[in-house]
């Protein structure tokens, strides 16, 4: 089971970025996912997290500017980031519970994570 996260990069305030984050692997179902960032304080703290059934939670630093959505046929999470502030700066890291097959054996939901990827908002 993999996490891959796209869609960082370096943007203006003011400015907006959509992340994204795929699953893969044998993958039998898919809990929660969400997404954290980490910035200078190098503390990892909760942006948003969505549940299977599309019901979102939001750190209230980001409500209203960020939206969290997710397409389970495609095992992709989402996070687009809307008037984007230099303190939104951080690495943004997705996770997801999955639980997968291999072979004959059932392996039940834990705790992925992706690799990061960094934002900056910079003039």
């Known amino acids: 089971v993999q996490l891959q996260a796209s869609g960082g990069g370096l943007v203006q305030p003011g400015g907006s970025l959509r992340l994204s984050c795929a699953a893969s692997?044998?993958?039998?179902?898919?809990?929660?996912m969400g997404w954290y960032r980490q910035g200078p304080t190098n503390e990892r703290e909760l942006v948003a997290s969505?549940?299977?059934?599309?019901?979102?939670n939001y750190a209230d630093s980001v409500k209203g500017r960020f939206t969290i959505s997710r397409d389970n046929g495609k095992n992709t999470v989402y996070l687009q980031m809307n008037s984007l502030k230099p303190e939104d700066t951080a690495v943004y890291y997705c996770?997801?519970?999955?639980?997968?097959?291999?072979?004959?054996?059932?392996?039940?939901?834990?705790?992925?994570w992706g690799q990061g990827t960094q934002v900056t908002v910079s003039s």
């Open positions: 969505i549940t299977g059934t599309h019901n979102t």
């Open positions: 996770n997801a519970g999955i639980s997968y097959y291999s072979g004959s054996y059932y392996y039940p939901e834990n705790v992925y």
């Open positions: 692997g044998n993958i039998f179902s898919i809990g929660d």
